[in-house]
């Protein structure tokens, strides 16, 4: 099994930029497909962004679309997520999560379907 560690979050104002990482280790990287949920306070988890095992595919939550850009390097077993512009409804916790079922180009946004998930990192926009 994998495990999922993140960092990056912090305090920053309404308009700045963060880049979240989620280092990974314990199985082959690239046998999973990632994705980075949130979830804020009294509300339900959402889905962020995904990415394929290799790359090729990428899917956002339309309320990040243009502003959130998702990757992953397959040598340091690693994926990010830059977040751009970012909004105080952006402030939540903000996990990583890793899928081995997914087909090899697909994602999913579902959190159901991820198998494994970090312990998460606290992203607070002030406005």
Same mark, same amino acid.
């Given at each position: 099994?994998?495990?999922?560690?993140?960092?990056?979050?912090?305090?920053?104002?309404?308009?700045?930029?963060?880049?979240?990482?989620?280092?990974?280790?314990?199985?082959?990287?690239?046998?999973?497909?990632?994705?980075?949920?949130?979830?804020?306070?009294?509300?339900?988890?959402?889905?962020?962004?995904?990415?394929?095992?290799?790359?090729?595919?990428?899917?956002?939550?339309?309320?990040?679309?243009?502003?959130?850009?998702?990757?992953?390097?397959?040598?340091?077993?690693?994926?990010?997520?830059?977040?751009?512009?970012?909004?105080?409804?952006?402030?939540?916790?903000?996990?990583?999560?890793? #899928?081995?079922?997914?087909?090899?180009?697909?994602?999913?946004?579902?959190? #159901? #379907?991820?198998?494994?998930?970090?312990?998460?990192?606290?992203?607070?926009?002030?406005?």
């Amino acid at each position: 099994q994998v495990q999922l560690v993140e960092s990056g979050g912090g305090l920053v104002q309404a308009g700045d930029s963060l880049r979240l990482s989620c280092a990974t280790s314990g199985d082959t990287f690239t046998s999973y497909a990632m994705g980075w949920f949130r979830q804020a306070p009294g509300k339900e988890r959402e889905f962020v962004g995904a990415i394929s095992r290799r790359g090729s595919t990428t899917n956002y939550a339309d309320s990040v679309k243009g502003r959130f850009t998702i990757s992953r390097d397959n040598v340091k077993n690693t994926v990010h997520l830059q977040m751009n512009s970012l909004k105080s409804e952006d402030t939540a916790l903000y996990y990583c999560a890793a #899928d081995r079922r997914v087909s090899s180009y697909g994602t999913s946004r579902s959190g #159901d #379907d991820y198998e494994y998930w970090g312990q998460g990192t606290q992203v607070t926009v002030s406005s």
